[in-house]
């Protein structure tokens, strides 16, 4: 099992920046990707970032320049960074994990952190 706690998410004004953080706990040994996503009102859940174990990220086309993924492995620690937000990207934010077992995977979810970009 992999125990994921998102935090950061705020109220902010457009064009802030904001720095979400997910404490993983457990297995994470077993984790090979690990992943933001977010789900605004109405919409589907949608990823934003990604970062494999050894380090690749990865951003979907529409998520690329404003969002940065990173993971601090010594504090099992994932953060996502988000600059210029817009009210667009209010949502709220969720950590997520996959963990190999062998021959099955099995994925992870937080509770979620809520941003909200408004004046």
């Known amino acids: 099992q992999v125990q994921l706690v998102e935090s950061g998410g705020d109220l902010v004004q457009p064009g802030g920046s904001l720095r979400l953080s997910c404490a993983a706990s457990g297995s994470v040994n077993k984790v090979n990707v690990w992943g933001w996503y977010r789900q605004a009102p109405g919409k589907q859940r949608e990823l934003v970032a990604s970062?494999?174990?050894?380090?690749?990220?990865h951003y979907p086309d529409s998520m690329k320049g404003r969002f940065t993924i990173s993971r601090d492995n010594a504090k099992d620690t994932l953060t996502l960074q988000i600059n210029s937000l817009q009210p667009e990207d209010t949502a709220i934010y969720y950590c997520n994990a996959v963990a190999n077992w062998g021959p099955n995977e099995s994925e992870y979810w937080g509770q979620g952190t809520r941003v909200t970009v408004s004046t």
């Open positions: 970062i494999h174990a050894g380090g690749a990220a």
